[in-house]
Structures are given as C-alpha cells and as structure tokens.
C-alpha cells in the first residue's frame, strides 16, 4: 500500500463530527447517498436523544481548554507498575489506551457513566471470575494539550475497517503456505456464497425499500451470524444505538441533562443476554434469542417500544450491511455473482476483510502471527492520527464515552495517577505513577479482553 491509498483509507475509516450535518462525502456518490443523508438527519432529528450526537460531554472535553483528564481502568497494576510501561490494545480503539472522559466536580473528577459501569460493574464482574484476588483501580490521566492538536472531532469507526483488513492481509497473506491461502480464500467464498439470503435481502431493503417483517429479518439474521461474524457487531452497535437514542427513562434523561448517552443501558442488555462476556467480549456470538427479543427490551429498558425498535433494526442493519460491508459504489447482482475471491473483493471487499480479521484469530499456523497483524494496522493508525495531530481518538461509531490515548503522538505530555472514589462517587488523585505509555500493542493473549492481564475490555472490540 503507498501512502496515498494509506491515507484514504484511514481518512475514510474515521467519521468526522465536526462538519455541518451533510451527507458523508465518500458515500454522495454511491447507490446509498441518499440512504445515508436520510439516516443522519434521522438519527440527529427524530431521536429523543439525537441532540446528543452533536453535542455531549465527550466532545466537550475533546474541544475544551486546559488539560484533558481521562479515566482507564486496571486490575494488574502492580504487575504495570513493575515494568513501568502502559501497552495499548487493539479493538474498537485500533490500538490505544482505552479511556472516558472526566469533568472537574468538587475537588475531585466525576465520572462518565460508561467509566462508572466499566468501574463498579463490569470489572468486578470480571475479577470475581477469575478469582484471584485483584480489585479494580482507577487511573487518572492528566494529557496537556499540544499547541498544533487537531481541534475537530474525527473518531475511528471500527466497522468500516473492511477494507484495511483486507489491505494488510493482501501483504502479508506469504506468512501462509500456498495450500493455507487457497484455504483460507474458500473459506471466505463459501461462507459468503451461503449467506445470500441474508445479503440479498439486506440489500433488497436498504436500495429497494423491500418490505420484510422485522421478526422475519431478525431470524435470519440471527442464522447467518455463525457464517459471518461481523453481522454481530453490526447488531450489537445497531440495538446499543437504538437503545441509547431512544430511551426515555429518568435516568437516560438525568444523563442527558450531563451531555452523556446511557451506556448502562447496551452494558446491560450484552450482560443479561450473555453473563459470561464479561472481560471476554466477543460479539461475533451476539446473537440474542429471537423469540425473547421483546422480553430483553422489556427488562433493559421499558420505556422503549419492542415493535418499533424491530422496524428500526430491520432497517438500521440493512443500511449498515450495504454502507459498511459492499464495495462502496458497488450493488452486488446475487443471480450473476460470480463465486470467486478475488471477484467477490471487488463487490465486497469490506466484508472479506471483516471476515479475514476474524478468521485469522483460529486459522492454521496464523493465530503466531495475528498479533504483527494488529500491530501492522496499529503502525498505520498511528501513522494517520500523527498525520492528523490526533492526540485523543474516540469509537466513531457513535460518541458513547470511549475514547483513547494515541500512544504513539510525538513529545505528548501526561502523568498518571493512581485515583480513589469517594463516598459522591467522585475520583480523586492520590498517587502520581512513574508509568510510560509505550507504542506497541500487548499481546492479545495477555489483554483482560481475552484472557487475565493487563487492562479492563473494549465494551466493542473488533
């Protein structure tokens, strides 16, 4: 790749908030344009909390002056503390420090509810499992703001990462023998070619406007996930969407009023229909029961409506399988498709990258090579965030709270505290840490995500 497919495709991986709300202009010319236009003023308009897409607590600190204060979450700290160093992961982040934003608040720091959840809920969750003793610790980190930091609000999106996953491994596909890659490569076709319907009527919905009964779209998806993992993480972020724009409890409007989306409400949907994910999320397995669907929302949240949120699904997901998962420009034509991987590539090559990433974790010799894998797109990441003067990236799927720290941005400025919680909730900072953020991701194996070390999850790692 030369640095000028480099950059496009970095720059086309992210969504930038900062501009007027327009169309994406990598997508006004494709079949979707008009898709796309009409999901944005949807989204930010006809929403109860749309407003908040455009104006919340996270972009308030990443515009704000001063110091950026961030909250991590650690349950090895004294392993961390031996070293001295602090590795990024990969996941939704691409390879950062995974943080939330803090607000200065009586003397301390208070907390995004997404840092409170991750905090007392879903770290202890994860410890309690393991069993070995360790508790949770929050981290304060204080960044200084470099005088030439990019001011807009551009965040990665980790779904539209198709086609650099499809990218690296066209470079380094010659860590396989030729019997692996041929293997690998019909792997992908077979499962592409034996999730038609699904595409087909995916496609049929986002460019046609084909009616399909929700329940009936909801049991196919749920067929077709096991074939194409990615499809879990377009529904994860789908419901987790819809739940946090459409909430009208007490809660989700006191949030609200803060300038926050209510994460509690995607943490508790993912953790009461799969208590085990906790630490070891895998949204590939996504994949809530259908006939229980409308019990699940009742119990998350009552104040949304099961029917509508089945229509908006429906429609959400085939938009994003279309937008996100097809050659952008391109209308795959099921009836002539022809059944190859590198003609599949041109129709829908996103899609193979996705299912590339995912399929190396377990395939053959590769899973020894997965982490130079990451750490190849890591490398590019930070070589575009540099690029841009990015500092602080944030989950551009939507602006939930997550946001990282760029290990890898020239000269940054920081200290790192160790924090307590006092009795309001509130962080304060107690102990400054000798810690260094180093620019290369920890091993997948050794990530609290995967296994038992390091730092807390990704809530949507990919």
């Not at 995004?112 to 070995?132: C, I, Q, W």
């Not at 540099?386 to 709270?401: E, L, W, Y």
Request: proline residues 7%.
């Amino acid at each position: 790749m030369d640095t000028h497919d480099g950059y496009h495709l970095w720059a086309d991986a992210h969504a930038f908030y900062d501009s007027p709300l327009i169309p994406d202009a990598r997508e006004c010319a494709g079949p979707i344009a008009d898709q796309s236009a009409l999901w944005e003023a949807r989204l930010a308009e006809e929403t109860p909390n749309g407003a908040l897409l455009r104006s919340n607590a996270l972009f308030g600190a990443l515009n704000g002056e001063g110091p950026l204060h961030l909250l991590h979450v650690t349950h090895a700290l004294e392993e961390i503390s031996q070293h001295g160093f602090l590795y990024p992961s990969g996941g939704c982040l691409v390879g950062s420090i995974y943080c939330a934003p803090l607000t200065a608040d009586g003397g301390g720091f208070r907390m995004h509810n997404l840092a409170e959840y991750v905090l007392t809920k879903e770290a202890p969750a994860f410890v309690s499992k393991v069993g070995d003793g360790r508790t949770p610790t929050p981290l304060i980190f204080e960044i200084t703001r470099p005088r030439r930091a990019y001011r807009g609000l551009a965040g990665v999106d980790y779904l539209r990462l198709g086609a650099i996953h499809l990218s690296i491994y066209s470079h380094l596909e010659y860590l396989l023998s030729h019997a692996e890659r041929h293997e690998l490569r019909e792997t992908i076709v077979s499962r592409t070619k034996n999730s038609t319907a699904f595409l087909a009527l995916a496609a049929a919905i986002a460019y046609e406007g084909a009616a399909v009964a929700p329940a009936a779209f909801l049991q196919l998806l749920d067929e077709t996930i096991p074939r194409l993992p990615i499809l879990g993480y377009l529904y994860f972020e789908a419901l987790a969407e819809y739940l946090m724009l459409h909430s009208t409890s007490e809660r989700t409007q006191q949030l609200a009023e803060r300038g926050e989306f209510n994460n509690w409400l995607y943490k508790e949907m993912l953790f009461v229909t799969f208590p085990d994910m906790a630490g070891k999320f895998d949204l590939a397995k996504f994949r809530p029961a259908p006939a229980q669907f409308e019990a699940l929302l009742a119990r998350v949240d009552p104040t949304v409506n099961a029917a509508h949120a089945g229509t908006y699904l429906r429609d959400r997901i085939s938009y994003l399988v279309a937008a996100r998962l097809f050659t952008p420009g391109q209308v795959p034509e099921w009836r002539h498709t022809r059944w190859e991987f590198d003609s599949l590539a041109t129709q829908m090559g996103p899609l193979l990258g996705h299912l590339i990433h995912r399929e190396l974790r377990t395939f053959g010799r590769y899973p020894d090579f997965y982490f130079y894998f990451d750490q190849h797109k890591a490398l590019q990441a930070w070589n575009y965030w540099n690029h841009m003067d990015i500092i602080a990236p944030f989950n551009g799927t939507m602006p939930k709270g997550e946001i990282g720290i760029n290990p890898a941005y020239p000269d940054l400025e920081y200290a790192v505290y160790r924090a307590t919680r006092d009795d309001a909730g509130r962080v304060h900072p107690v102990e400054k840490l000798d810690l260094t953020i180093a620019p290369r991701l920890v091993d997948i194996k050794y990530t609290l995500m995967r296994n038992n070390k390091w730092s807390v999850p990704e809530p949507s790692p990919n």
